[in-house]
């Protein structure tokens, strides 16, 4: 890969992280809702078809990359690495319990019609594995991406995505404070937000008292 398409591709992944971060957020949701209020059933499932379609040229771009590794998990390395990176593919698949994969996706909300909220925090929710970190989906994706072999298009594109994900986590948060108040502020104080802490966790007992509140 030449260093131009370097260039593309850091500036690709900037583009990509501003406008999803837009996207996401309340005052475009409510500018969309009150513009177009037949649209609101679809904006979930609208914005993660772009989501992923807006993804494929930066995929493209890493496809086509070359040139030496730069980071390599080879020697005394290679085994811990792909045992940390096992142990993030299987954190993912168990967090997934913790979230209505349905709304998620967009599916709650398209059925719902016109009666459709675009404002989609859903039930506050303490799954096992976000009883020791706010936000296991993003710990366990970083697992699996800071484990791989990388030349430089990869390189770019991890450090890329571990900034749109600690932002995006700040501003997710903003929204489930403004969807859960003081109950998601008590549970931010316990627990972590990326980055598990040994110390800090909820036990089984006190998730489902937090989550009563």
């Not at 499932?45 to 995929?59: Q, R, T």
């Not at 501003?171 to 990326?194: D, N, S």
């Amino acid at each position: 890969m030449t260093d131009p398409n370097l260039l593309l591709l850091a500036a690709g992944w900037a583009l990509y992280g501003l406008l999803h971060s837009l996207l996401a957020a309340p005052r475009c949701k409510d500018w969309m809702a009150r513009r177009m209020p037949g649209l609101r059933p679809w904006y979930r499932l609208a914005y993660n078809a772009f989501a992923l379609l807006s993804a494929l040229p930066l995929l493209w771009l890493i496809a086509i990359g070359d040139g030496p590794m730069l980071i390599q998990w080879t020697g005394a390395w290679h085994w811990p690495a792909r045992v940390i990176a096992l142990i993030g593919g299987v954190g993912l698949l168990i967090s997934f319990g913790a979230y209505d994969l349905v709304e998620f996706i967009g599916l709650r909300q398209w059925r719902a019609g016109a009666a459709a909220n675009v404002h989609d925090e859903g039930e506050f929710r303490i799954g096992f594995c976000n009883r020791y970190v706010r936000h296991p989906w993003y710990f366990f994706s970083l697992l699996i991406l800071w484990t791989q072999d990388m030349n430089a298009a990869l390189l770019i594109s991890a450090v890329a995505i571990t900034i749109y994900l600690v932002i995006g986590s700040r501003l997710e948060e903003h929204k489930l404070i403004a969807a859960h108040g003081a109950t998601y502020r008590r549970y931010m104080a316990r627990v972590p937000g990326l980055f598990p802490v040994p110390w800090k966790h909820l036990t089984a007992a006190e998730a489902a008292e937090l989550t009563r509140r």
